[in-house]
């Protein structure tokens, strides 16, 4: 078993069942081999003018396409290490690849052009339990931005389902550190590369446009999922 298949396979125990979904997903390419750069479902420049076809280009080909790579040789070295204390000083390079990878795939399919539904909540399970945890959309919303913008230097900003509250909660990771507390029902990356060539040093303006392109349908699959445990 690989490396990041452990990894992937402790988060799904501990973020059942969505992310056990995702995860194991990374952890069968993981058993075949190198890791890959998941292909976008809709094109670059196809969540303007929320997010810039620049800026998709340039985060999904370049810095998610680093982290596969940086991945990919962690796991070589760490399969040639002569010595658990070797293997042990690789566990950074792992965790941040490998959560980069893990957190980047779940975020792609976060998103949605407005012409395929982004940004659109419709009356649903999804919907009831927002108002009910939160208030309300707009009340929900806030929570979000608030904490996602309140993150010192680079992470993500989580929606992510309580298993054992069973509820809706708002969570933040720093840097690439997946969400292993709670299943991820959507994920706001909060690095600059995702945002700044647009929306410079302004992350307020981008956490209102990413409400534009939310794909709440794939977010509402991801907790009727995880509802049903």
């Given at each position: 078993?690989?490396?990041?298949?452990?990894?992937?396979?402790?988060?799904?125990?501990?973020?059942?069942?969505?992310?056990?979904?995702?995860?194991?997903?990374?952890?069968?390419?993981?058993?075949?081999?190198?890791?890959?750069?998941?292909?976008?479902?809709?094109?670059?420049?196809?969540?303007?003018?929320?997010?810039?076809?620049?800026?998709?280009?340039?985060?999904?080909?370049?810095?998610?396409?680093?982290?596969?790579?940086?991945?990919?040789?962690?796991?070589?070295?760490?399969?040639?290490?002569?010595?658990?204390?070797?293997?042990?000083?690789?566990?950074?390079?792992?965790?941040?690849?490998?959560?980069?990878?893990?957190?980047?795939?779940?975020?792609?399919?976060?998103?949605?052009?407005?012409?395929?539904?982004?940004?659109?909540?419709?009356?649903?399970?999804?919907?009831?339990?927002?108002?009910?945890?939160?208030?309300?959309?707009?009340?929900?919303?806030?929570?979000?931005?608030?904490?996602?913008?309140?993150?010192?230097?680079?992470?993500?900003?989580?929606?992510?389902?309580?298993?054992?509250?069973?509820?809706?909660?708002?969570?933040?990771?720093?840097?690439?550190?997946?969400?292993?507390?709670?299943?991820?029902?959507?994920?706001?990356?909060?690095?600059?590369?995702?945002?700044?060539?647009?929306?410079?040093?302004?992350?307020?303006?981008?956490?209102?446009?990413?409400?534009?392109?939310?794909?709440?349908?794939?977010?509402?699959?991801?907790?009727v999922e995880a509802s049903k445990q």
């Amino acid at each position: 078993m690989s490396v990041l298949a452990a990894i992937a396979r402790s988060s799904a125990r501990a973020a059942r069942p969505v992310s056990r979904a995702a995860s194991l997903s990374l952890a069968a390419s993981a058993a075949r081999g190198l890791h890959t750069l998941p292909k976008l479902d809709y094109a670059y420049d196809a969540l303007e003018p929320h997010i810039s076809g620049q800026i998709m280009e340039l985060h999904h080909s370049k810095h998610h396409q680093a982290y596969v790579n940086g991945l990919n040789a962690a796991e070589e070295s760490y399969a040639r290490a002569p010595s658990p204390k070797d293997q042990i000083r690789l566990q950074p390079a792992l965790k941040f690849n490998g959560g980069g990878h893990i957190n980047h795939s779940l975020f792609w399919k976060n998103l949605a052009p407005e012409s395929q539904g982004g940004g659109n909540l419709e009356a649903g399970p999804l919907k009831d339990a927002i108002v009910a945890d939160f208030g309300s959309v707009d009340a929900f919303k806030k929570k979000v931005n608030a904490a996602t913008a309140a993150i010192q230097g680079s992470g993500w900003g989580w929606v992510g389902y309580n298993t054992e509250s069973k509820k809706l909660e708002v969570v933040t990771t720093a840097n690439q550190d997946p969400l292993l507390t709670h299943v991820p029902i959507l994920g706001i990356d909060i690095w600059e590369h995702a945002f700044y060539l647009q929306y410079h040093n302004v992350k307020a303006d981008y956490l209102t446009a990413i409400w534009n392109v939310i794909n709440f349908k794939e977010a509402e699959r991801r907790f009727v999922e995880a509802s049903k445990q």
